[in-house]
């Protein structure tokens, strides 16, 4: 079966933009996690979507925002964008809200300029 | 302060030898994913480690749970270059439906 598919790979951005990172997940998995990953911080923990709802959140600012359609497909997006946002975005998706492990895509990689 | 600690940081060996990576932490976990990411990719499930003192192999990889479920290693057994990636463990947090990873070891294996 198709893999977590991430759009798109690459994308660069001028400061102060706003970028919208799209995820579909595994046919009939329902949650679908964020995550990014800097070389200093490593994998940090954005939000999880469960049925539509945001089910938890990280440590990040209210510019990080998310969203979950009906078909399990879900989009991130940052507002306001800073330097520091320049990182790798991971989607992970669960079939069993990770007890099960979860299957992550290859990522969109962002770099603000 | 991370929850995780992985050592070592960076590792660098020669094809055909041996190597342990280490996951620690100062609390129990209930149990420990292990993931190995390439670059330009996402990571990849390796195993997921539950009980105290279990042992699981995948081919030449050997994980261990300590037995005070505090502490996992992961072995590698004659490295091929196509071990080479990032190894990185992972705690999952139950209530929150969330991972917390450690810092990873970054392993290169030279042919």
């Known amino acids: 079966k198709a893999g977590v598919t991430q759009t798109p790979r690459y994308l660069i951005k001028t400061r102060g933009q706003q970028v919208t990172l799209s995820c579909s997940p595994i046919?009939?998995?329902?949650?679908v996690s964020w995550y990014q990953q800097t070389p200093g911080q490593g994998l940090q923990f954005l939000f999880e979507?469960?049925?539509?709802?945001?089910?938890n959140k990280g440590n990040f600012p209210g510019r990080f925002s998310g969203r979950q359609f009906s078909n399990s497909r879900s989009e991130m997006n940052v507002s306001t964008l800073e330097l520091g946002d320049s990182a790798l975005y991971l989607c992970?998706?669960?079939?069993?809200?990770?007890?099960?492990?979860?299957?992550f895509g290859s990522g969109t990689r962002l770099t603000v300029v | 302060t991370q929850l995780l600690e992985q050592s070592p940081q960076f590792l660098s060996i020669q094809e055909g030898e041996n190597l342990t990576v280490y996951c620690n932490s100062s609390?129990?976990?209930?149990?420990l994913q292990w993931y190995r990411q390439e670059p330009g990719e996402g990571p990849v499930l390796l195993v997921t480690?539950?009980?105290?003192?279990e042992v699981k192999k995948l081919k030449r990889l050997t994980f261990q749970f300590g037995d005070a479920r505090k502490d996992s290693s992961l072995h590698i057994t004659a490295a091929q270059t196509g071990d080479t990636g990032l190894y990185l463990c992972a705690l999952r947090i139950q209530g929150a439906q969330k991972l917390v990873f450690g810092q990873g070891t970054r392993l290169t294996i030279n042919p």
């Open positions: 609390s129990v976990f209930s149990s």
């Open positions: 480690v539950v009980t105290g003192g």
């Open positions: 979507y469960f049925s539509e709802t945001q089910r």
């Open positions: 992970a998706s669960s079939s069993y809200r990770g007890s099960r492990g979860y299957t």
């Open positions: 046919s009939g998995h329902r949650s």
